[in-house]
């Protein structure tokens, strides 16, 4: 852009200046009414044009930033200590520190993330969800800064802080994204480059001609015309068509809860057909619930829930919590273990009192070396009831099995009917047994679905697609996922789930529901038709304009494009390929 402006404007005014100061250094074939012409005011207005034009696009660019800003006006500006003694203080956010113990009274912001140790209160999380009804919150749930408090007063806990808690991460990403390029981008700077090339030979090809062919002064008229040509042509528009297309489309996917983390997802979107995704917390609501415990002859089902608490106390997985939960509920006293390891996708493997502990599923159990037979007539009736069955061992010998059932999504039906009718293929790959996979696709209606799946196999799967030719994308929401996640055309992460799987995605579901999906590929779809529009729009301008500057119509009309009006076409430019991106604000609903 700065090539041909800085070339055009530095021509014009040098060439005045030596005008002005040696006019005898000029043939007499530059000379017009008896006196070389010269064209100061035309390098003022041309660099006070472009100026003018870069403090509209600046404008524009604050109004596509405007998402980032509303969502840090969302955060508190404090947060009321209670200190060691009982007694309280207001303390700056930035005071705050992990473990802090914390009060937020009615009407109050929640300042940071982190789970409530006391009380019970109704939070407005539209912030987060969009949803407008307000979620009862007790001891034991998760608060997310940024929310309000709308009823009783609650003591929490801070456990993330500054920029680890969840509204900042959103910012992050969003910023992320807006500064990412689009595949489309790169072919739009290597077309400029040598765009710049070809503007150049054409300028100096028009000062040739006019100078050898056009009417006295010949020469004058070639330089003035080799000078509209840079000007017109700088490509400024043909710079901007993409980057603020994608600063509309991720601003406004930000408020509708839909986070893109780079610019290349946007665009891939849109060509995604077949649709993998995981069961706990993308299918369901990712808060199971114990449903039953059976013991082994010899045990008591208190014993085997006891055991399976105690070792799952370490895990962050939705089902572990259920346990633990039950186990709570029940008051048993929970035995801290000696050693602990996630055993991705089967299960969890650990220590406790000196005994080896595994509590997962049949492919844990194999490789543990455990006899999980005896109890499989028991876990097929609770799978057939869509229940997820673990098997517990002590010392390779089975001593019961827990089963906790996760209530489908309300949205998901609804979900997965807008996705099938946008032509895409749905595929259930879960950890889950293969007959508790069945029996929920059946109810949702999948027709191709996975259990015991491990990561790897989920991976597999992913580029198995792929190498068919599918454009594959995978959504989930747990560690399990994130390879599959990382590897998948589109990488879709539920707000809801692990820090993990949100990192390995490429956008990320704020209200962790799958309609979000239908909504971004519409975001996609919209967006990728405005980049087009921009860089057709650009192509037109410089089609047309070039021509116009280097004075084709001349013979024809008698009239030439001044370098004053080329600068104005360009800022003009610019100007229509910013407001047609900001439609995009409005467009996405």
């Not at 800085?6 to 005045?16: D, H, L, M, Q, R």
């Not at 043909?238 to 610019?263: E, N, Q, Y």
């Not at 490789?367 to 517990?392: F, H, I, N, Q, T």
Request: aromatic content about 4%; some cysteine; proline content about 4%.
């Amino acid at each position: 852009m700065w090539t041909l402006i800085g070339t055009g404007v530095i021509a014009a005014y040098g060439y005045s200046v030596l005008a002005t100061l040696t006019p005898q250094l000029f043939p007499p074939t530059f000379a017009a009414h008896g006196s070389i012409a010269v064209y100061f005011e035309a390098a003022a207005v041309i660099v006070s044009l472009t100026l003018l034009g870069q403090i509209l696009e600046l404008r524009a660019r604050s109004q596509t930033s405007a998402a980032i800003k509303s969502l840090l006006g969302l955060a508190a500006k404090t947060a009321r200590r209670i200190r060691e003694d009982g007694t309280e203080e207001d303390i700056p956010l930035t005071h705050v520190h992990v473990g802090d113990a914390l009060r937020v009274r009615p009407g109050e912001k929640v300042p940071v993330d982190g789970v409530v140790a006391e009380g019970e209160s109704s939070l407005d999380e539209s912030m987060l969800t969009g949803e407008p009804l307000p979620v009862t919150k007790r001891a034991g749930d998760r608060l997310i800064g940024a929310t309000i408090n709308t009823s009783g007063s609650l003591i929490m806990r801070a456990e993330k802080i500054g920029s680890d808690t969840m509204l900042s991460q959103i910012v992050q990403m969003v910023a992320q994204a807006q500064r990412s390029r689009a595949p489309m981008q790169r072919l739009a700077d290597s077309v400029a480059g040598y765009f710049v090339v070809v503007v150049v030979a054409i300028a100096m090809l028009t000062f040739v001609v006019w100078g050898m062919y056009g009417p006295e002064p010949s020469w004058v008229f070639g330089f003035v015309n080799a000078v509209a040509v840079l000007i017109i042509a700088c490509p400024c528009a043909l710079g901007l068509a993409t980057p603020m297309s994608i600063m509309a489309a991720t601003g406004r996917a930000a408020t509708t809860g839909v986070l893109f983390r780079d610019a290349a997802a946007i665009e891939d979107l849109r060509k995604v057909d077949t649709l993998i995704v995981d069961k706990t917390g993308t299918l369901t609501e990712g808060k199971p619930s114990f449903n039953s415990v059976v013991a082994s002859a010899g045990f008591k089902e208190e014993d085997v829930l006891q055991i399976a608490a105690s070792i799952d106390q370490g895990s962050e997985h939705p089902l572990a919590h259920a346990i633990v939960s039950e186990a709570n509920k029940r008051k048993l006293v929970l035995t801290k273990p000696d050693a602990f390891e996630s055993a991705s996708g089967i299960g969890v493997r650990g220590v406790l009192g000196g005994d080896k502990i595994a509590l997962g599923n049949t492919a844990l159990m194999d490789a543990e070396g455990v006899d999980w037979k005896p109890l499989a007539d028991a876990a097929e009736r609770l799978r057939v009831e869509g229940a997820s069955v673990m098997y517990l061992a002590s010392q390779s010998r089975l001593i019961g099995l827990i089963a906790v059932s996760d209530p489908i999504k309300t949205s998901t039906q609804e979900a997965l009917q807008e996705l099938r009718a946008e032509g895409l293929t749905v595929i259930m790959a879960t950890g889950d047994g293969v007959t508790t996979a069945k029996a929920i696709a059946a109810r949702l209606g999948i027709e191709e679905y996975y259990g015991e799946v491990k990561p790897q196999d989920k991976l597999a799967l992913v580029e198995k697609l792929q190498k068919q030719g599918k454009v594959v994308a995978m959504a989930g929401d747990g560690i399990n996922d994130a390879p599959a996640l990382a590897k998948a055309n589109v990488g879709i992460a539920m707000g809801t789930g692990t820090d993990v799987a949100i990192n390995s995605a490429h956008l990320t579901l704020v209200k962790g529901d799958l309609r979000g999906i239908a909504q971004a590929r519409l975001i996609s779809v919209d967006t990728v038709r405005n980049m087009w529009q921009n860089l057709g729009f650009a192509f037109v301008y410089n089609a047309l304009g070039i021509p116009l500057a280097a004075g084709v119509l001349y013979p024809f009309t008698g009239q030439l494009l001044s370098p004053m009006i080329a600068a104005l076409a360009m800022s003009l430019s610019s100007v229509s390929v910013i407001t047609n991106a900001l439609r995009l604000r409005g467009h996405v609903k």
